[in-house]
């Protein structure tokens, strides 16, 4: 039944179907159900039996709750919100036609107009498109809200759409309308009570509409149930009455066999408690040496993991450096063939480059003979011209500035009368002087000229040859160096190839020989440690198996096999499960009875112990069903996953195993074990038994393992070990030492590769460039001897010779007599002038300079017209020789060229080539030394590790062994231990009458000390017995009695469970309860302290509560709204005037948009029952407060509408509505009201 206050399940909800629109109806057609009707056929389906029930879990139930929906605005500013922009009537009530009301602004607008136009219509329009029920919009039916006037008549259908955007408030009357926010929402009605909605023009559902209105912020209430269901559970009645008889007779048998039981109880916890005493006593051994040997384990593991890293770097290492070695050797191969081919290149270029710029210079120089030898005559003729021109122009200059120094002289007569005279005179002698010097000079300049020209061929030849000279020296002194170096090369390099080889075979063997050992030593280090694996398990098995086993080494009982567990193998995986399934593996293996017999008469005899023996000649019976068999899921079977070395053993681990299975966990061992036709008996890897009477052992904190190896065991003694150690250690040093040599002979291999490498380089060098010095020694010797035979040619002859030369002397002696009278007669003008300067110094020296400087220039032009006169004498001559040079030379620089161009491409490939090599080379040898020296020290610290480690192991083998002793001494005790434990597992004692099973006793350690004598007990234990075999009792009637128990017990046990599972849903139920409570009372007070100070503000004082109830169940009983108008006492909001509850509404109205934002408010003349003051407060209040919501307000009150922002003029004629949208501020702003 549906509880007050509460809301349904959602499990109901979900099964209902569609949410139903506010019309009642899934697809807008359905009409509406009367309130009360629909009320009662809901509750009338929650007490019906045939109910359908919700049969998911609680968790389920708890998942489906979905989480409080996010805020579809809030209050914080520049939020997004929505807002109305207009509304589009089309023939809905007293609209008639399509009537657009708007635009509304984004804050406040109000709805005025006259009673009776239609204002509340607008307020119905948006109401109809929000899918309210006709009833809400003041109609009967749907088709009532069509348009029906005498204008307008059969209207099959009205339409309203409410066109919405999303904006971000900005300062003022500003907004930001978000882009693609804009849609619209409209309703249609038909005359056959129907609508359809379309949103943005699409046809949608109502479930759709209430989604996306949701979404925004507008809340859409809806309709909940919450349907509860009841179990019942029946009880069986006991049917014990019958069988009280019988029964009294079985459990007086019953309670005699309880006392035996508990009597072999006493016994079995007795020998189980001296056994963990002595467990004890080595465990406390044990922890004591563990303590010891704690920090040698912990240097031991952190040893062996720094030897797994070391040998892994090892081997990282080496592969680097043999990688950069190759990579080195195969780029010094390379850079030897290129180095050579550039040697010769480079000296064929050198040669021809050198060859080159001679020819060059030769030209040049020759062309510049050329050109001007050619330009001689005109340049010499225009040179006499011009300087005949500028001397006849300076003379002229010269008589003009003599007359003015004549005019300024004769002004100075009076005082320079004497020595003027005595000037002149010496100046008319120095001018005929003059003209001879000059006639002189030039005859000298001719005759040096010509003797200059005469022997500059031979000069040349002589230069030419001394240069020749010095080359071929050096040829000849490099051509012997390398010849030298050739001959020490080829003794040496023989002998480094040789070392070399010999290394290298030397290496080749030190390598195999280090695999050798480092797989002698691994599989060393394994035997090792399977002997001591062996030794240790020796150790463990105890008196008895040593007892027989060394019977067995000594002959004196043949055909003794071993321990059943010792003789086969089976993978680490299933140890555990094999370990705590197969008691019998400790059992010895003989070949038949006999051997076994004489076993048990060694052991009385020498009173060592008990033992359990296999007769293999009684194992044949199992040998058919050793074969495989089909089991449930494919689960391996044990028995075949045993593997041993001889065929005869298996059938004994088939006696002891027989078709046990092994599952990876006790869920499918559950499976498999309990199958229709056969139960299984089933093991987990965990160590968990099912057996096949259904009873489950095993498992716990403590497994049990180590029963059966991966290996067989071997035999082998403590002495042998420690050979084996020695040796392990011995092969171990070995190894080492031979990596070190290894590692020095790739070092030594490395130095002699990069001998012989450099070796062969320079040979190929030295050879290639011997051929180079010969042919150019040889071209050298030939140049000699032509430039000899030139010089020879081009000497002058001594005669002709002699005749320049004396004629140049001729001529220079007739130029220096003359020029040194000359001289004798200027120094006295000079003499002369000096004096006359100095007399009239400020006057003359100017005009004396000017003349001193034209004669200086007077003089050179002479000068120049004797060179000019000399070098056309010889230009013909000098030009024919100086083009035929040009033509010799051209040719043979043009051929050279060409051998240059070839050249330098040639040498360009190969120093990019080289370049290359030499990049790649000097990179990986720059990392070489690094990596070498890293590999150097890796394998010292591996040899440091390596002897630490031998070390370790050395003491860790001697407390190993004690170790294993020890667990060998507690594992033969929790044998026996377990031995007793299924003993007592196996008693149980009856249950007697109505009392509950008595569980079996505990001794605690007192009395089990007390015990002194535990045979006394056994004598008890077999005068029970015997009184036990003489009862016959009917245990039929008990069998029978404890199936009514069992039966009832299931009963009652379902009625737990199902008790449990209402207890868990009424917790979840209170849980959801809280929580609701919880969030509804946050809220609550929010809004109550919100109420509270909208009140006082609207009011000027008043006061105004919110008040639960019911504080313990607010959702019982509801809320009541006390208010206090100002200077009034409190009154319950009901019995206030109409203004009063129009304040307090309002009120409470802003309190739950401040708790929850909501985009749009509708107020239909919410200001009718306010004066004028009150009207004011709220609209100021409306217009301030609220500035993140839209409200349209209709109201006929101006101190409201005058504030708002937008006024909507709602009027009405021939029975039609029309609408008008007004700004006031704009209409106030251009003076209109």
């Avoid at 303590?291 to 080496?318: F, G, R, Y």
């Avoid at 790739?746 to 042919?775: C, D, G, P, V, Y």
């Avoid at 319950?1132 to 934002?1157: C, D, R």
Wanted: charged residues 35%.
């Amino acid at each position: 039944m549906p509880r007050k206050g509460t809301q349904p399940s959602t499990a109901h909800r979900r099964e209902e179907g569609p949410p139903r629109s506010p019309d009642g109806t899934s697809s807008d057609a359905e009409p509406d159900p009367p309130p009360g009707r629909a009320r009662s056929q809901a509750l009338a389906t929650a007490e019906t039996p045939s109910e359908e029930i919700d049969n998911r879990s609680l968790e389920e139930i708890l998942n489906s709750i979905p989480p409080p929906p996010p805020p579809a605005m809030t209050n914080e500013p520049g939020a997004p919100r929505l807002m109305i922009t207009h509304i589009v009537n089309q023939n809905f009530k007293s609209y008639a036609g399509e009537k657009i009301l708007g635009p509304f602004h984004k804050r406040f607008s109000c709805i005025i107009g006259p009673n009776g136009s239609g204002k509340s219509n607008v307020i119905d329009s948006m109401l109809f498109v929000f899918g309210y029920r006709a009833q809400k919009i003041r109609s009967k039916k749907l088709s009532v809200l069509i348009h029906n006037s005498d204008e307008h008549k059969d209207i099959q259908s009205c339409t309203v759409a409410v066109h919405f955007q999303k904006i971000i408030d900005k300062e003022g009357d500003d907004y930001e309308v978000i882009p693609n926010s804009n849609f619209y929402v409209s309703r249609t009605a038909y005359r056959d009570n129907t609508s359809v909605y379309h949103v943005s023009g699409k046809k949608t559902t109502f479930k759709d509409v209430g989604i996306l209105l949701r979404s925004h912020g507008i809340d859409l209430d809806h309709n909940r149930f919450l349907i509860l269901q009841l179990n019942r559970v029946k009880m069986v009645e006991k049917e014990k009455d019958a069988l009280e008889g019988e029964k009294n007779i079985a459990i007086e048998f019953l309670t005699l066999e309880n006392e035996i039981f508990r009597k072999k109880n006493h016994v079995c916890q007795y020998y189980i408690y001296d056994l963990q005493k002595r467990i004890a006593e080595m465990e406390t051994q044990k922890e004591k040496i563990n303590e010891d040997t704690k920090e040698i384990n912990e240097k031991s593991n952190i040893l062996s993991n720094e030897m797994k890293a070391k040998n892994k770097a090892v081997k990282d290492v080496e592969k680097k450096l043999n990688k950069i070695t190759k990579f080195i050797e195969e780029n010094k191969e390379k850079f030897t063939k290129l180095d050579l081919e550039d040697v010769q290149v480079r000296e064929k270029l050198k040669h021809a480059t050198s060859k080159a710029k001679k020819l060059e210079k030769q030209l040049q120089k020759d062309k510049e003979k050329v050109e001007e030898f050619k330009s001689i005559p005109t340049k010499s003729e225009n040179i006499i011209r011009e300087t005949t021109t500028k001397s006849n122009a300076l003379e002229k200059e010269k008589e003009k500035e003599e007359e003015k120094l004549k005019e300024v002289m004769d002004s100075l007569k009076q005082e320079t009368q004497d020595l003027q005279k005595e000037k002149e005179s010496r100046e008319k002698e120095l001018m005929d002087f003059s003209k001879s010097v000059n006639e002189a000079r030039s005859k000298m300049d001719v005759a040096q000229s010509e003797l200059d020209i005469y022997l500059s061929r031979h000069n040349t030849a002589v230069s030419q040859l001394g240069k020749a000279k010095e080359a071929l020296m050096a040829a000849s002194e490099t051509l012997k160096e390398r010849k030298a170096a050739i001959g020490d090369i080829e003794a040496k390099l023989p002998q480094t190839e040789h070392e070399l080889k010999e290394k290298e075979k030397e290496l080749q063997k030190l390598t195999q020989e280090e695999i050798n050992f480092k797989s002698l030593v691994r599989d060393l280090f394994q035997k090792v440690e399977e002997a001591k694996s062996s030794l240790a398990m020796n150790r463990s098995r105890g008196k008895v198996l040593d007892a027989i086993i060394q019977e067995k080494k000594s002959g004196r009982i043949p055909g003794i096999y071993g321990r059943l567990g010792d003789l086969g193998t089976i993978d680490e995986k299933y140890d555990v499960a094999i370990s705590s399934c197969c008691h019998a593996l400790d059992y010895i293996v003989v070949d038949s009875i006999d051997t076994a017999q004489e076993c048990v008469n060694f052991l009385k005899r020498q009173n060592i112990g008990v033992a359990t023996f296999i007769g293999l000649d009684k194992m044949a019976v199992w040998a058919k069903k050793m074969t495989k068999i089909q089991t449930p899921e494919n689960t391996p079977r044990l028995f075949d996953l045993v593997k041993v070395k001889d065929g005869a053993i298996r059938q004994a681990f088939y006696f002891a195993l027989r078709d046990t299975l092994v599952a990876d966990s006790l869920d499918q061992a559950t499976r498999v074990a309990y199958q229709k036709d056969r139960r299984w008996r089933v093991v987990t890897l965990q160590g968990q038994i099912i057996e096949q009477s259904g009873t489950m052992t095993g498992g716990g904190s403590k497994v049990m393992k180590g029963r059966m190896g991966s290996s067989v065991v071997v035999e082998i003694s403590e002495e042998e070990v420690n050979k084996m150690e020695s040796q392990l250690q011995r092969d171990s040093q070995k190894a080492v030492q031979i990596q070190e040599q290894k590692v020095q002979l790739e070092e030594a291999i490395l130095r002699l590769r990069h001998s012989e490498r450099e070796m062969r380089n320079t040979l190929e060098k030295f050879s290639a460039s011997i051929q180079r010095l010969s042919e150019q020694e040889e071209y050298l010797n030939v140049q000699v001897k032509e430039l000899e035979a030139n010089v020879l040619a081009t000497v002058p002859d001594k005669k002709q010779q002699k005749l320049l030369e004396e004629n140049v002397n001729t001529f220079k002696t007739e130029y220096n007599s003359v020029a040194e009278r000359a001289g004798k007669v200027e120094a006295e003008v000079k003499r002369l002038h000096n004096i006359i300067v100095e007399i009239n110094n400020h006057k003359l020296k100017a005009q004396q300079d000017k003349l001193d400087k034209i004669n200086k220039q007077l003089d050179e032009c002479a000068s120049a017209i004797t060179k000019a006169q000399v070098a056309i004498k010889t230009a013909d001559r000098n030009l024919k020789k100086a083009q035929d040079n040009v033509l010799r030379t051209e040719k043979e620089i043009k051929d050279t060229e060409k051998e240059v161009d070839d050249l330098t491409t040639e040498l360009k490939s190969l120093e990019d080539k080289a370049a290359e090599v030499v990049k790649n080379t000097n990179d990986a040898e720059a990392s070489l030394p690094e990596i070498q020296k890293e590999h150097r020290n890796l394998l010292q610290e591996l040899k440091v590790i390596q002897e630490n480690e031998h070390a370790l192991q050395k003491d860790a083998l001697s407390i190993k062994l004690k170790l294993e002793q020890i667990d060998g001494h507690i594992g033969e005790h929790n044998s026996k231990i377990k031995y007793w434990q299924r003993e007592i597992s196996k008693i149980s004692l009856h249950p007697i009458e109505d009392n509950h099973v008595e569980k079996i006793p505990v001794l605690s350690p007192e009395e089990l000390e007390a015990i002194k004598n535990p045979d006394s007990i056994t004598n008890q234990i077999a005068v029970l017995e015997a009184q036990c075999h003489e009862m016959k009792p009917n245990l039929g009637a008990i069998a029978d009695y404890k199936k009514k128990e069992e039966l009832y017990l299931q009963r009652v046990a379902e009625l737990d469970k199902i008790t449990n599972e209402r207890d868990n849903f009424r917790q979840a139920y209170e849980d959801l309860r809280k929580q609701r409570l919880n969030e509804f009372m946050a809220g609550f007070y929010i809004i109550t302290n919100k109420l509270k100070e909208n009140y006082q503000m609207l009011t000027l004082g008043g006061d105004a509560e919110l008040d639960l109830v019911d504080s313990m169940d607010p959702f019982s009983e509801g809320i009541t709204f006390s208010v206090r108008p100002p200077k009034k006492s409190w009154k319950k909001i009901f019995n206030l005037s109409g203004g009063e509850k129009t304040l307090s509404s309002l009120a409470l109205v802003f309190a739950l948009h401040h708790y929850k934002p909501t985009p749009l408010y509708f107020m239909d003349e919410i200001d009718a029952a306010l004066d004028f003051k009150n009207v004011s407060i709220v609209a100021f209040y409306i217009y301030e407060q609220t500035k993140n919501a839209q409200f349209i307000i209709i109201s006929l009150r101006n101190n409201m509408f005058e504030i708002s922002d937008r006024l909507i003029g709602i009027y009405k004629t021939y029975n039609i509505t029309k609408s008008v949208a007004v700004n006031p501020k704009e209409i106030a702003s251009k003076g209109l009201c």
